[in-house]
């Protein structure tokens, strides 16, 4: 019990629980926290768990085991930090969250989010299927289509180099300049900021387009060639 | 060498899982192999029934698996194809009772045994479809020309792409050419644009399925019919042959033919 304290630290956060892995090897990492789990049944009981895997590599089985096995003891694994970006593409494919709501302590150093995303940009480059959520503190690129039931949710801008057909959301940390531009948005749900709009109610013809914001309302334009 | 492992999903139910097992199996074995076919549907079994075997049933796939029985004993012998075999579903518990270690030991066993391991997956994304596609080499995932099933498919693709199972082939089921050509349905072309997976058949809508369902004896034991002609057309491509697709539109009623004609 006191070993498997010092192995893991579990932090409340406003939406859940933030797990930090220490430094040891995943095996007995794993290990600990299974204990903890049994150990604190009613305390983990439906909780939302974070987990804090610092610059760990996992790749898609392990996460996806660990989820299964996390989701068969009640308790549920809504999103993976890390500072390793296979770590953090491999969490984004299971459709878990990549960042919470509470900063890390150390995170709290960055600049805000408006100064450090002209630069943070996100390169997908496959079709997102139904039920992935893609999330990123900056501008994203789709290089396929955005399928029905699939999410894109950007503080920056989004392209969409494809068809879109889900739910493409810019500007989601309120930035009122985040457009959506992509080669056919006319039957996906397009938000900015907190406005929202369906071009399908519209025409809805497939051509090039750009959606931005005035006013607070979401407008449109086509793209020209010439 | 050992048996290939093909596991037929959809996400959605009724779309035609249990019946494409069942006449794959057939027209796999009618031509020589050796196929075992296992019910994933643990709690709500039907494989038995749509082969006509269920009042064969003794052992079951979780009396393997708890080692109530020898793998043997739960494998029931097809009454027309020698070596067609189904290891049943239990009735009596639920997805809870299998893992998906379980499945892969199990496939493992069979993989000595036979040519071909079909798994009949249930519908659904939760334990009962990860126990089946476990242990697959290939997943077949099986649509209906509708925009419901295709949603579903579309999830069930995303999943199997992030399992790293390797890219999935599609089956429409129940395509309706005519319905197809009045626009009231979605034809293989819509359904492709948006999965863009490759496509291994088409089986058009055929009253046929029903009543063999019903009777228990597959279509594609029938010579005669349409579906069943494409389900054996699928089992041949599975087996790495080179069928070219059928012509759907060759069919329909004098009126649909004179339309069309019309038309041009």
Known sequence: MNDSNSLIQIKGLRDGLLVALGDAAWDDLRAALMEQIESRGSFFQGARVALDVGGRVFRVNELSELRDTLSERGVNLWAVVSESPTTEKTAQLLGLATRVSKPRPQETA????????????????????????????????????????????????????????????????????????????????????????????????????????????????????? | MGAQVVTITSGKGGVGKTTAVANLAVALAAEGARVACIDGDIGLRNLDVVMGLENRIVYDVVDVIEGRCRLRQAMIRDKRLPELYLIPAAQTRDKSAVSPSDMIRLCKELRN?????????????????????????????????????????????GILEAEEKGAPALIINRLNPAMVRQRDMLSADDVLDLLAIQLIGIVPEDDGVVVGTNRGSPVAMEPKSRAGQAFRNIARRLRGEDVPFMNLDSGGNLWDRLSKLGRK
């Open chain 2, 113 to 157: 045994e036979v040519d071909w391991v079909l798994i009949d997956s249930p519908a659904g994304i939760e334990r009962g479809f990860k126990n089946s596609i476990a242990a697959a080499d290939r997943v077949l995932v099986i649509t209906n020309p509708e925009v419901s099933a295709v949603r579903d498919a579309d999830r069930v693709v």
């Open chain 1, 110 to 226: 960055l600049p805000p989010a408006e100064e450090a995303y002209p630069n943070a940009s996100m390169w997908v480059t496959r079709t997102l299927r139904s039920g992935t959520r893609v999330e990123f503190p900056g501008h994203i690129t789709v290089l396929g289509d955005v399928n029905p039931g699939a999410e894109v949710v950007a503080e920056g801008s989004v392209l969409v180099w494809g068809r879109a057909r889900g739910l493409v959301h810019a500007g989601a940390g309120g930035d009122e300049a985040a457009v959506v531009c992509g080669l056919d948005l006319s039957a996906a749900q397009i938000r900015i900021g907190s406005a929202s709009a369906l071009p399908s109610e519209g025409r809805g013809e497939a051509r090039p387009a750009k959606y931005f914001l005035e006013d607070g309302i979401i407008k449109s334009e086509a793209w020209q060639s010439n």
